[in-house]
């Protein structure tokens, strides 16, 4: 448990917290549901976030505004999606 945490943790430091360095994600579909089980910075990742809203600022980024379930602490996420979508 404490091992995934920790892991939960580098991963939201690693990727997905700025444009620059989106999250890869291999569809659309799955971006909402890894935005809400992103763990949040205070609660840790035993409470889920809300998804407040999902942009697409350019063809292939994607932005989640979410705020934290327990807290209501809000965060953005950005993600990439690695293929094309096939419509
Ligand atoms: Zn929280």
Known sequence: MH???RNSRELL???GGS??????????????????????????PDFEARVLEHTRPAP???RVDIAC???????TLWFTIAAPELN
């Open 3 to 5: 091992d995934r945490q």
């Open 13 to 15: 430091a690693s990727a």
């Open 19 to 44: 444009p620059q360095r989106p999250m890869v994600v291999p569809s659309a579909s799955v971006i909402e549901g890894r935005a809400a089980r992103s763990p949040c910075p205070h609660c840790g």
């Open 60 to 62: 292939r980024l994607r």
């Open 69 to 75: 379930r327990q807290c209501s602490l809000p965060r």
